[in-house]
């Protein structure tokens, strides 16, 4: 469009921008008078650059932060992001909640409300605890309190005041015996330790495994290459079978077989029987010859049309077995189990194997872990036990002495006005946006195809 055009919108439509700000300003107004009223209160602490030094030899020195000039950026990020974590720990939540009770109602006497209600934030070297509630004074006093109890326990935790000589000696007797002890105990597991024969055992039965494993999968190709060669020959006789049928079609049925066919007929039914593979087939070799011998045409034509069923059905189970097997072998399939269900020496010792392998590797996963456990907690014990060496070393020369970590800034008041909701501010945004939203039907409207 046009600036002409978009003129000559404005002008035709300027009562859709005009209705949009009014009935926007008017709900934004009346929202904002009966939204709840939120006040915000801030209580402010310093945080404090003076620290306390105390030289404990000329080699080593035990200094707090004496100014900012000793502090790195970094170490100053570090130092007011543990501050803020602090400030918004649970337990200086419950602490602070604990002093509140009396004066908060009881749907709000809970530390998920009161941390819902505050925002602890740096800026600059002040800690601003941030409070929002229904109340301006309610919000001025969880403020307050919040910072009162956050200073008592920032300034307790840094604090340089030293427990006394016995204290620490308790601590130092303690911990030296912690340590003797787990270092005992890691002594004597590794004294003991199964861990090399429990390997050992494992290595020797994954071995063995592997070898039945392999002569498994060899007697498992064997049987493929005999079951080929065994349905090629089945292919061949069947083939046989069907050249002597050819020859005999044309012979009259009553006709007599010479002793040359007899011959040849009975051969094929001693092959296919010789070709059995081990496996329960009943072939019908020798059924309804005669007495005499003498065998007709059509006696031969219906013998061997049942040698030839019998010789396809063997070669079709022959064939499904070799399909199954070929299946599992390219598929990587275990073939741990015995053929059929029945019962195999050698697949039920590679299933007892790999159970017993199982279990061992299990025993020494456990092994590992009681020995990790033992070292960690030793590890730990000896940790504590320096902690506590060089903290007893200090205390015999540090007399009492206090550091300030935070110190109160100012407190919070209560708000005059709440932050949330302003009728006034409300209401302009509401008619900036419904005159926005008219302007914006306007060209809609005036784009929109006519029929």
Do not use: C
Not at 51 to 73: G, H, I, K, Y
Not at 191 to 204: A, F, K, S, V, Y
Not at 340 to 366: C, F, V, W
Not at 381 to 405: C, Y
Request: no cysteine; net charge negative.
């Amino acid at each position: 469009m046009t600036l002409k055009e978009i003129l000559g919108t404005l002008r035709r439509r300027f009562w859709l921008i005009i209705a949009g700000a009014l009935i926007a300003g008017v709900v934004a107004a009346v929202l904002s008078l009966v939204w709840p009223r939120t006040y915000q209160a801030e209580a402010l602490l310093l945080i404090s650059k003076l620290r306390s030094n105390v030289t404990l030899d000329p080699r080593f020195q035990t200094v707090a932060e004496e100014n900012v000039v000793n502090m790195t950026v970094q170490e100053d990020q570090v130092r007011r992001q543990t501050l803020v974590a602090l400030a918004q720990s649970p337990d200086v939540a419950r602490q602070t909640l604990m002093r509140l009770k009396e004066e908060l109602p009881t749907e709000q006497q809970s530390v998920g409300y009161l941390k819902s209600a505050i925002d602890v934030h740096t800026e600059g070297n002040l800690v601003v605890f941030s409070v929002r509630a229904d109340d301006p004074q309610k919000a001025a006093t969880i403020a307050n309190v919040w910072a009162e109890v956050y200073r008592t326990r920032v300034n307790r935790l840094y604090s340089g005041t030293s427990p006394s000589e016995a204290q620490i000696q308790g601590q130092l007797e303690d911990a030296r015996a912690s340590y003797e002890s787990t270092k005992s105990a890691v002594e004597a597991f590794l004294r003991q330790n199964p861990e090399g024969e429990l390997t050992r055992q494992i290595d020797q039965k994954v071995q063995i495994l592997a070898d039945l494993q392999t002569t498994r999968l060899a007697a498992a190709k064997q049987r493929e290459s005999a079951l080929l060669s065994y349905i090629r020959q089945m292919d061949q006789l069947v083939l046989q079978v069907q050249s002597m049928k050819q020859q005999l079609a044309s012979t009259s049925a009553d006709a007599s077989l010479t002793a040359g066919e007899q011959f040849s007929l009975f051969s094929l039914e001693s092959a296919a029987y010789a070709q059995q593979d081990g496996s329960p087939v009943t072939l019908e070799v020798g059924q309804g010859w005669p007495v005499d011998g003498n065998l007709t045409a059509g006696q031969a034509l219906e013998h061997m049309g049942r040698l030839a069923d019998t010789l396809k059905t063997t070669k079709a189970a022959a064939q499904k077995e070799l399909d199954g097997l070929s299946l599992d072998l390219l598929g990587g399939k275990d073939l741990l189990a015995p053929p059929g269900g029945g019962d195999d020496t050698s697949a039920t010792r590679i299933a007892k194997l790999q159970e017993e392998i199982n279990a061992l590797q299990a025993e020494l996963e456990r092994q590992k872990t009681v020995k990790q456990d033992l070292i960690d907690a030793r590890d730990v014990a000896q940790q504590n036990h320096l902690t506590v060496m060089r903290k007893a070393a200090e205390v015999q020369i540090l007399s009492q002495l206090t550091g300030v970590e935070v110190e109160s800034a100012a407190e919070a008041q209560a708000p005059e006005v709440p932050v949330f909701p302003r009728p006034l501010l409300t209401t302009v945004l509401g008619v900036l946006a419904g005159g926005l939203a008219g302007l914006a039907l306007a060209v809609v409207l005036e784009l929109w195809p006519k029929v």
